[in-house]
């Protein structure tokens, strides 16, 4: 009958795949490890209010205070309104904007309120990309790349001081004897050479001489007997 029909499509459950399953499994676990931490804005009369999404407020505070690294009252408001004012439409706070925001900050996961600071201008410079992408980028493509530069520049500045990038001085004892020299750097030292090997590269650089030198007179060979020495038989030819 058409009325059992109705009530089998109306019966139905949507069965989830297993790769559906397991992103909602990992959608609650994210959600239970992080509770929300929201702002909530509403206007009174002609004054805008910023507070904290959760029925209790002092537990909302709390998240949000947790989730920009602080527990210091006057950052909390300070950082607060600056970031509704970067998301403001006209005169008119723009709550899914500011929780953007908010949002940036978090998955940031800000250590200290350092981290917190830099977390909100790059949000911002986000919130601004992107506007420059939607309405002025084919007018201002110039100011849209600095933007673009801009945020990459801040993700390397947030790496570089989580990382503790600062320059290391490592002081080590160095004894020198007197009239030595200390070096410091890498020292590459060249193998040391041989007598043998020595006198062999001395003679192969050194190329005899093809012309006999007239000038030079060669020495008598001491090992050799007067008899020989041709200046000794002159000597016994002139007695």
């Keep these: 009958m058409p009325g059992r029909e109705h009530n089998k499509e109306e019966k139905a459950v949507y069965k989830a795949t297993p790769a559906e399953l397991t992103a909602l499994k990992k959608y609650l676990a994210r959600f239970r490890a992080k509770p929300s931490a929201r702002f909530r804005a509403s206007k009174d009369g002609g004054n805008w209010q910023i507070g ?21 009252e006057d950052f ?4 607060m309104y600056q970031l509704a004012n970067a998301s403001a439409q006209g005169q008119n706070i723009d709550e899914r904007g500011l929780n953007f925001m908010l949002s940036v900050i978090k998955g940031i996961e800000p250590r200290d309120q350092l981290e917190a600071m830099l977390g909100a201008q790059m949000a911002a410079v986000h919130v601004a990309t992107m506007t420059f992408a939607r ?7 110039s100011a849209f790349n600095k933007l673009t530069r801009t945020f990459a520049m801040q993700m390397e500045a947030l790496k570089r001081y989580r990382s503790g990038a600062e320059q290391k001085v490592t002081l080590q004892h160095v004894s020198v004897a007197e009239g030595g020299q200390a070096i410091v750097g890498n020292v590459t030292h060249a193998p040391r050479e041989s ?14 001489s093809t012309r006999p030198d007239t000038n030079v007179v060669p020495m008598p060979n001491m090992g050799e007997s007067k008899e020989h020495d041709p200046l000794a038989v002159r000597r016994k030819s002139n007695k």
Excluded at 52 to 72: E, I, K, N, T, W
Excluded at 76 to 79: A, F
Excluded at 135 to 141: G, K, M, R, T, Y
């Design 52 to 72: 904290f999404d959760h029925p209790d407020q002092l537990v909302g505070r709390a998240l949000v205070m947790d989730a920009l690294a602080s527990a210091d």
């Design 135 to 141: 309405d002025l980028a084919p007018v201002n493509i």
């Design 76 to 79: 909390l408001n300070g950082i």
């Design 195 to 208: 007598g043998k090997e020595k006198a062999t590269q001395e003679k192969t650089a050194t190329p005899p």
